[in-house]
């Protein structure tokens, strides 16, 4: 075997990186598109849905369910919590985390947002099909255990 030929194999091969990249940014220009209608991104939709779901969340938490750093998290928090779609309270246990739960208007904009991001959704399955999109999501899943 030589080392040398299969590092220039490897090298034709398409970057993965590249590719999925490519891929998300789509992804996220058609669910922007979509929550644009109710004032939001999809970054900010996602920590909406999260905290929904969770009732109450601390910024490690969020970090951790959405792959995130804190200085995406951060920037991606500031204008829901800015608008007052979020509430912040230290943590009795820890001072340095917050406990984020959504606020009466935080819980009507992600409902709001909730019919657009589903027509988001409903637009990407019709297109890729069920098939695509069921090995989209496995493959997804498949990525984010690499870290």
Known sequence: ????????????????NFSLRKAVR???????????????????????YVVHELDVATN??????????????????????????????????DRRQKNLSLTPEGKAKFLEAREQWFKAQQKIYK?????????????SDTVVKLD
């Open 127 to 139: 297109e890729l099909g069920p098939e695509l999109s069921e090995q989209l999501i496995s493959l």
């Open 60 to 93: 490690k938490k969020l970090q951790s369910i959405l792959v995130l750093d804190q200085t995406t998290l951060t920037r991606n928090l500031k204008p829901l919590l800015r608008e007052g779609y979020l509430s912040s309270i230290p943590s009795v246990t």
């Open 1 to 16: 075997m030589d080392i040398q030929n299969d590092i220039m194999r490897l090298e034709k091969l398409p970057c993965l």
């Open 26 to 48: 789509v992804l996220n220009r058609i669910y922007d598109q979509y929550l644009a209608e109710a004032g939001l991104t999809g970054g900010q939709f996602s920590i909406l």
